[in-house]
């Protein structure tokens, strides 16, 4: 397996939501393979306490407490980051767990959920996506761009209407940036999966007094590990993939789709 560009000790990358459960661990596996993170949360002190946690492997560890869904969100990690040189961006936060009914809750949560994972996603996807490319034109080895996505991206389901909507979103943008950017350096990858262990995880279902074991969540370090070997052999990421040659699961099958929609776009837009 070769190691995408992207993944280079001594550069650092960001992880949105990185101050627990699969944020912590794509930040933990990073800083084991020599990369320097930014984590990025609301909560000061778990943040201090992630960096605390990701700091004992060697690296440096900066924190950048921002609501992801505030108008200034991408200018402030620019800001953050602008004397770094990064090569990898990691959009994990994005869950929405309230289990309500879409017209039963007022607009306003769905529009702070749709801010945060449509909005600002889209905004710095395009923010972050241009300074790789540029960063490779200038004769940087390469960038990599990793979204975390959900099987929910499949299709609508009840008590998730916008939940599964972003998702949707979220994976054919991260399937098309994956077309457009590997020939120009920059691996991009969307990760799916069904559930996973972490806390947001817990708190839903303690509401409910279900055990984690009953759901059968993967493990959040085996996730990040296999997302950032696939940084490179894209589109997604599915270690939950019915077969290799499901059209809707499968890694192969999507890509071949990807593929030929994009030489069909090629031959119509030259
Ligand atoms: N857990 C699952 O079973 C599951 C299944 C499929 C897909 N996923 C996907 O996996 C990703 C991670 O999910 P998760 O379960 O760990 O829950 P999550 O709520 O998406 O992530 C928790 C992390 O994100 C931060 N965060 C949440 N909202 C934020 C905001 N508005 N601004 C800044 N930081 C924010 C949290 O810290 P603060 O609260 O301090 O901000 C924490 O660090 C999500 O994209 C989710 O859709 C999860």
């Known amino acids: 397996m070769t190691q995408s560009a992207a993944i280079a000790p001594g550069k650092w990358a960001f992880v949105t939501g990185g101050s627990d459960g699969l944020g912590l661990a794509f930040a933990t596996d990073l800083a084991r393979r020599g990369m320097n993170c930014l984590l990025i949360a609301r909560n000061e002190d778990k943040l201090a306490r992630a960096a605390e946690t990701v700091r004992t492997t060697g690296v440096e560890v900066r924190t950048l407490s921002l609501d992801l869904g505030a108008p200034d969100a991408v200018a402030r990690i620019e800001a953050a980051t602008a004397d770094l040189p990064l090569t990898l961006a990691v959009f994990n936060a994005g869950a929405e767990a309230s289990g309500a009914q879409f017209v039963d809750q007022p607009y306003a949560t769905w529009a702070a959920t749709i801010q945060r994972n449509v909005l600002f996603l889209t905004e710095a996807l395009h923010h972050f996506g241009r300074r790789l490319v540029d960063s490779v034109d200038d004769g940087g080895s390469g960038g990599g761009l990793i979204v975390v996505g959900s099987e929910a991206a499949f299709g609508g389901v009840g008590q998730s209407g916008i939940y599964t909507a972003t998702k949707g979103f979220a994976l054919n943008l991260g399937e098309a940036l994956w077309a457009e950017l590997t020939p120009r350096g920059v691996d991009v990858v969307t990760l799916l999966f069904k559930i996973a262990d972490t806390p947001m995880l817990r708190e839903t279902l303690a509401r409910r007094g279900i055990p984690v074991e009953a759901t059968g969540a993967s493990d959040t ?42 030489e069909l776009m090629k031959f119509f837009y030259g």
């Open 221 to 262: 370090a085996a996730l990040a590990r296999g997302t950032i070997d696939a940084l490179g052999s894209g589109p997604i990421y599915n270690p939950d993939e019915t077969s290799p040659d499901d059209p809707v699961t499968s890694n192969a099958a999507r890509r071949e789709r990807v593929l030929a929609k994009s």
